[in-house]
């Protein structure tokens, strides 16, 4: 390594507060740990809701499947940032149900009940455990170039998530109100100055705090309703088979391409964990990870709990807070895990207003995005590399945006491409290989 590379890995390396493997004190801990659980709390949850919510489960079967989620999401955010031997890249990455499963679900458990999902759960894990031996030749295909559009893609592809919170969820009767935007709008502008001009802690925990006075300001604003809380078990341990499973080969294809999907995005948001947290990412760890995904959906499928994939949301905190370190996310999958068995104390968590996450949300994915932008500032770029980019952003985008433009597509296709990180990073893969470099 040049004199100058190792003096500018150098000063980049001192821009983190803690690096991967650095284990900041207990108290400190707790309270990052707890941030990156409320960033993530509202999408951990939000697929067993609609999953149940659409096949019309009692309420005990959806406050099951919920607990359920939540200890599941923290047993393999564990794996994924502690490892244990090939399992899991050893990064600070946060895991939980993605939406890309939401439709095959309620189409399997339409027909099958859960106990077809769960069957379906198990198997196409077994798909993706084998596919994650194959990452490595797959690594090859990500300079710069491809790294710094998917991390960038990522920020601006959940923009649009942290607008619908700060308008008051998608779908409120109160969407878009003056007094959701006013909340979002404040608590924003609290983080950002919180995190720009405080000292340790009250920078390091800019969101957490953030999202504290914003819950705060909510209660008094009648915002809140604790009923959920008052209406939720204290202890209730997640049944194995508590549905039964049922293997059925339609139901088995239906998830397949959701886990296609879900492979490439964790390889995506592993290379962007790595690029925010200056680490590299090895194909072996790259692999890890998605094999990670894939025994993680298995223990899901065992609790009946929907599959596990990497969650883009936490990248946006580790750029804000500089804290990379791994240990912050094994006491995050740790705190989940016992969320997950005292029903009352998520239930505390998950009523938190919309407008509090999009307050924080807005900085978090907006940092990915120019994350990415940075990187990109490292490439030479020519025509090629302007063709690739501008064609991987806008069709990653557009698909976000304008979702609907898929449905005349086969199922299948659909779910490939229904992700606008999965789209974009599949046209600049693509593109990379096709259009060669003139002479």
Avoid at 56 to 72: G, H, P, Q, R, T
Avoid at 93 to 103: K, P, Q, S, V
Avoid at 241 to 270: C, Q
Wanted: hydrophobic letters at 55%.
């Amino acid at each position: 390594m040049s004199i100058e590379k190792h003096t500018v890995l150098e000063e980049t390396q001192e821009q983190m507060l803690y690096q991967i493997d650095d284990k900041p004190p207990l108290g400190v801990s707790i309270v990052l740990a707890l941030q990156h659980i409320l960033a993530a709390f509202a999408g951990i949850i939000a697929v067993p809701l609609v999953v149940a919510g659409a096949l019309n489960l009692s309420v005990e079967e959806i406050s099951m499947m919920v607990s359920a989620s939540i200890f599941v999401a923290g047993v393999t955010t564990v794996l994924q940032s502690k490892g244990l031997g090939p399992i899991g890249s050893r990064v600070s990455g946060m895991m939980g149900t993605d939406f890309t499963f939401a439709n095959p679900a309620i189409s399997v458990g339409s027909r099958f009940g859960i106990a077809g999902i769960v069957g379906a759960t198990i198997a196409g894990s077994l798909v993706e455990i084998v596919l994650s031996r194959f990452i490595k030749p797959l690594m090859t295909f990500f300079p710069p170039l491809i790294t710094g559009t998917v991390v960038a893609l990522i920020g601006i592809t959940l923009l649009p998530v942290s607008m619908d919170w700060a308008a008051g969820g998608s779908g409120a009767k109160d969407y878009g109100s003056v007094e959701n935007i006013s909340i979002a709008f404040v608590i924003m502008v609290f983080t950002l100055l919180l995190n720009h001009y405080g000292k340790g802690l009250w920078s390091t925990a800019s969101v957490f705090i953030g999202m504290i006075f914003g819950y705060i300001l909510c209660i008094f604003l009648g915002k809140v309703d604790l009923s959920a809380v008052n209406d939720a078990a204290w202890f209730a341990l997640p049944n194995v088979f508590h549905y039964g499973v049922t293997f059925d080969l339609s139901a088995i294809l239906s998830f397949i391409p959701a886990y296609v999907v879900s492979l490439i995005s964790t390889v995506g948001i592993m290379m962007a964990i790595g690029e925010v947290s200056n680490t590299k990412m090895s194909s072996n760890r790259a692999a890890n990870g998605v094999l990670a995904d894939g025994v993680g959906s298995l223990i899901a499928g065992v609790f009946g709990a929907g599959p596990n994939t990497a969650f883009s949301q936490n990248v946006g905190l580790i750029t804000l807070t500089k804290v990379a370190s791994r240990h912050v996310m094994i006491l995050a999958g740790i705190i989940l895990a016992v969320l997950g068995v005292f029903p009352k104390l998520s239930a505390l968590i998950s009523i938190m207003p919309q407008p509090v996450l999009g307050g924080v949300g807005v900085i978090m994915f907006g940092l990915v995005a120019a994350q990415g932008i940075k990187t990109l500032a490292t490439v030479k770029i020519g025509d090629r590399e302007l063709l690739i980019i501008s064609v991987a952003f806008a069709l990653g985008i557009g698909v976000t945006v304008r979702p609907e433009l898929l449905v005349g597509l086969p199922t299948p296709i659909q779910m490939v491409l229904s992700s606008g990180i999965s789209t974009g990073t599949l046209a600049a893969l693509i593109l990379n290989i096709v259009l060669k470099e003139k002479p």
